[in-house]
């Protein structure tokens, strides 16, 4: 049996449970576009790693899910411990061969256009890139698709012009894409590849 | 997972059973597969996902699938209901309740509006389905065009392709002959203007209910490990023509025992003379409309 580290925090307490209602919140923020859904987070993974991030890293990654990590991350070796010994997930530099990538920034999410996006054929062997979203970002989107009702507007996540960009154009390669996570303090949403964002002026 | 999965286990308070019967039924890397491909399947409406279905013994009318896809999403905080054919009081629908009772210490419900999870075969419940509503149906055939093509290969070309012409020219061929489209379950939709897709066997009676439905709509095939699902408030048509639209199937009369309108019957024949009368297949909607319980409202 594998002896965890003295410094190795626990991963849930209640591994059926905790899973289930992170997957819960998860799933309806895919099934809800930009709505946020409240996230329970009964953990205390390493710092950088929140415990938002790491609640849905350990409900959706293990030994089948190449998992790339940002620099903050991955420059973490309790991060890294944690994720490997809590998950089996395979860590890998190339963000090109991750079927789950978590940026702990906005600013740290890899350019879509590296990403895995599926193929026409097979779009669900795709990337599913999970994000910290910064706290009152400013920016202004209006998002429509399957999902949403009519339309909402969102701010952006704090993520950077140009990625939203790449974001906004990428909706054209459907079915293939991209499947975006946001996660804010207790709360997750969704960004599927199905949302059409109309960029407002300049962001 | 040996070490880990120990590791986890041991970390439970001394209070909580040590080994429980798989809770929730499958075990946890089995469960987040299913999860993963749902994500997938909510991210890309009407594209069947693939997924490595566990060959679990179950009595017939079931649905692996189905059940599959609920123990991946329920949890104690659930209010799961069950129907077959409309009715809460099959032996499979009572059994369905049951297990998940026991597995997932879920609570379960006849009322369709108190229900967070409903899980079908065959119907959709005619009370109409609100947000925060999960519907979980069970799916024998989820690939629409493998009559028209047997080949697993092939169809997964047409759909990538998006090359559905064959699909339009045999539904044609029907209105040719009959003067009409002759399917009248299983009656393939469009969704999000993208994928053809199996709503399952439901009568096409319900069709319209999947349309921009405020619940999320989840399917479930075990035999062909397919999954597939259709998020709220997404485009659902069902294929027509121009000059022969869909036409979903309508009764003339009321139901006879709640007097309900605009619902799908059942004939029962009530003696051996072969009386028979007409009443809702939604058992749940023909006891509370006829006791006068509203069947209005939205859970939450
Ligand atoms: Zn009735």
């Known amino acids: 049996m594998s002896q965890p580290t003295a410094a190795l925090t626990p991963g849930f307490a209640h591994p059926v449970h905790d899973a289930q209602r992170t997957f819960r919140a998860v799933l309806e923020a895919m099934a809800r576009p930009l709505t946020p859904q409240p996230l329970g987070v009964p953990l205390t993974p390493p710092a950088p790693l929140t415990a938002e991030a790491g609640v849905v890293v350990l409900t959706l990654c293990d030994e089948q899910t190449p998992l790339w990590l940002d620099e903050a991350l991955r420059g973490s070796t309790e991060v890294t411990t944690w994720i490997r010994f809590h998950t089996g997930a395979p860590l890998v530099d190339d963000a090109a061969q991750a079927l789950f990538c978590l940026a702990s920034s906005p600013h740290s999410a890899p350019p879509l256009d590296t990403l895995n996006l599926g193929t026409d054929q097979e779009p669900h062997h795709s990337a599913t890139v999970i994000i910290e979203a910064a706290e009152g970002a400013e920016g202004s989107c209006t998002a429509a698709g399957p999902g949403i009702r009519e339309s909402l507007t969102w701010n952006g996540a704090g993520l950077p012009p140009r990625f939203l960009k790449d974001r906004q154009r990428l909706t054209e390669a459907f079915p293939r894409g991209v499947d975006l996570l946001f996660l804010t303090p207790g709360a997750v949403s969704g960004l599927p590849r199905t949302t059409r964002l109309s960029l407002i002026g300049d962001i | ?300």
Request: charged share 20%; hydrophobic share 35%.
């Open chain 2, 1 to 300: 997972m040996g070490g880990q999965a120990m590791t986890l286990t041991d970390q439970r308070p001394a209070s909580e059973p040590r080994i429980v019967y798989n809770e929730g039924y499958l075990d946890e890397q089995t469960k987040r597969a299913i999860r993963r491909a749902l994500l997938k399947g909510v991210a890309i409406p009407g594209f069947q996902v693939p997924f490595a279905s566990r060959e679990v013994p179950m009595p017939r009318g079931w649905g692996t699938g189905g059940v599959q896809v609920t123990a991946s999403i329920i949890g104690p905080e659930d209010l799961l209901k069950v129907i077959d054919q409309g009715a809460d009081d099959t032996t499979n629908a009572v059994s369905i309740r049951q297990f998940f009772e026991r597995v997932a210490g879920s609570a379960s419900t006849t009322h369709t509006e108190q229900a967070t999870i409903i899980q079908t075969r065959h119907r959709i419940p005619e009370t109409p389905l609100a947000a925060g509503q999960t519907i979980v149906y069970q799916v024998p055939i989820p690939e629409p065009l493998r009559f028209l093509e047997p080949r697993e290969t092939e169809t997964r070309r047409l759909h990538a392709l998006e090359e559905y012409g064959l699909m339009y020219v045999k539904l044609y061929e029907d209105i040719a002959r009959y003067g009409h489209i002759a399917k009248t379950y299983d009656y393939p939709v469009r969704v999000n203007g993208r994928y053809i897709m199996a709503p399952s066997p439901i009568p096409s009676f319900d069709n319209p209910k999947m349309h921009m439905s405020p619940a999320l709509q989840l399917f479930g095939a075990g035999r062909e490990k397919r999954i597939y699902a259709v998020p709220p408030f997404t485009s659902v048509e069902s294929l027509g023509f121009e000059d022969h639209p869909f036409e979903p199937q309508s009764f003339e009369r009321p139901c006879q025992i709640c007097g309900s309108e605009g619902v799908y019957l059942d004939e029962v024949i009530t003696d051996d003379a072969g009386g028979a009368m007409f009443v809702c297949s939604d058992t749940d909607y023909c006891a509370r409309t006829s006791s006068g319980t509203s069947t209005e409202g939205a859970p939450q």
